[in-house]
């Protein structure tokens, strides 16, 4: 059995939102297969995360690590500055016979932090080309989560963001109240009212739109109306400022449409993917916009698109997306979607009984449960992996999203360990202060002292 060097991880190794002077509690994993995570004590996990979001066709998938070792025999990387591979290629073809017709150009990009960096140079480079270089404002709506780089921190939920802790480093932008139009209702006038209220005063100056549609994620773990999209779109043509769609968390089907934006029927100017992009196996994302919008970035002062990666379009991963996207295609997935939602709506309906859940909420293969309070993340960290599950709360919400290709049993055991584990709260001493991290809703939460 493989050991794991907890006291050089301890001493040496950052892990995301933690403390290098009180580090969180990490769990060492040796290997994992299906929706199943082992441990370094032999303990095996369920997976109620894909990773965060990412593996939705679970771990050792032959398809996608075939691909990869084929691949690695081959090319595993070369500039993509003046040189081009199959590998690219035939992902980008991949990637538009899924997308929307309107969507035509692909630029490969490392993360999805940087797929939403490129989106707004994209929308600032465009009105440049339309000769209207005064709109450099982004509009986004508050609850939102957008990444951990600069130009993405800036339309991250401006009150639970980390704009206070970097000050005038992060650009000020425009924020619409969030969409309160729960998904399967009309949207309200209200809500409406809100958005379109900044459009009118500000659109001059207002390059883009940027939104989770119709899920927003790390921010709130809420679900909104999609007559609310399908409005942020009629008042984007209207006012002609562009509509930036993040599909990072909710693309490939995890809301149960193949893209979240096909919930209300409409088409963004400018589009960003990752996560699920490889199957979670290896970092890759893509931002992708309308001939429009690539003819006006061609036609700015730059005369081209100022952005560069190194590991751009690398072809490991451009081929480990490609296997992913196959499996995608063969639409096995909406079945696997639409049964995830269905047992999480019968297993979750519960824990609304219980004192510290406020609610229940459901969508496609995410189910979230929001307490009343806000939950030291270690603690119940801790009491899901003694259930044998791999769980991870943040600020007032207990949460999965697990791999579509998940059994029923695998994923009653989730579902029964949320609500074990909801019924101890009120008993538990729990931290209820949030933290200023709330803006990554949790992925850190508090963490408790070794």
Not at 324 to 351: D, F, M, P, T
């Amino acid at each position: 059995m493989n050991k794991i060097d907890y006291p050089f991880d301890r001493q040496h190794l950052w892990h995301p939102y933690s403390s290098m002077r009180h580090p969180a509690s990490v769990f060492g994993i040796t290997s994992a297969s299906g929706a199943t995570l082992t441990r370094d004590n032999g303990q095996t996990l369920i997976d109620g995360t894909s990773s965060w979001w990412a593996c939705i066709h679970g771990y050792q998938h032959p398809a996608i690590v075939n691909a990869m070792q084929q691949q690695l025999q081959q090319l595993t990387h070369v500039m993509f500055g003046g040189i081009t591979h199959e590998a690219a290629i035939e992902l980008g073809r991949q990637l538009l016979t899924l997308l929307p017709s309107s969507l035509t150009k692909v630029f490969l990009a490392d993360s999805g932090s940087i797929a939403v960096e490129v989106a707004l140079k994209m929308a600032l480079q465009y009105w440049q080309g339309r000769k209207a270089p005064q709109k450099q404002k982004i509009l986004t709506i508050r609850h939102g989560y957008h990444g951990d780089t600069f130009a993405a921190m800036s339309v991250c939920d401006p009150d639970e963001g980390m704009h206070t802790m970097f000050g005038d480093n992060v650009t000020p932008q425009l924020f619409a109240p969030a969409p309160m139009s729960r998904f399967g209702d009309p949207v309200s006038a209200a809500d409406i009212d809100g958005l379109q209220q900044l459009l009118e005063q500000h659109h001059h100056h207002i390059a883009a739109l940027i939104l989770e549609p119709i899920m927003q994620g790390a921010g709130a773990m809420w679900f909104y109306s999609a007559g609310y999209l399908k409005a942020a779109r009629e008042l984007c043509d209207r006012y002609q400022v562009l509509l930036i769609a993040d599909e990072i968390a909710t693309g490939f089907g995890r809301t149960g449409a193949l893209f979240a934006c096909d919930h209300a029927g409409i088409n963004p100017d400018i589009m960003c993917v990752g996560k699920a992009l490889t199957g979670g196996y290896i970092s890759l994302a893509a931002t992708i916009c309308s001939d429009e919008v690539a003819a006006g970035i061609s036609d700015s002062p730059a005369g081209a698109f100022m952005h560069g990666p190194t590991f751009m379009a690398n072809p490991l991963a451009c081929s480990a997306a490609s296997a992913s996207l196959a499996l995608i295609a063969n639409n096995e997935w909406r079945l696997q979607v639409s049964a995830i939602e269905q047992q999480l709506k019968h297993e979750l309906a519960n824990a609304a009984q219980l004192p510290a859940v406020k609610e229940v909420r459901v969508l496609g293969a995410v189910g979230v449960l929001e307490l009343h309070n806000a939950v030291n993340t270690s603690v119940l960290q801790n009491e899901f992996v003694k259930r044998g599950v791999w769980v991870r709360p943040f600020s007032r919400f207990i949460y999965i999203m697990p791999p579509y290709i998940i059994t029923a049993a695998e994923l009653s055991k989730l579902t029964h360990a949320m609500l074990e584990v909801a019924a101890l709260l009120p008993k538990m001493a729990m931290s209820s202060t949030p933290t200023s991290h709330g803006w990554k809703s949790g992925l850190i939460a508090q963490t408790a002292k070794n």
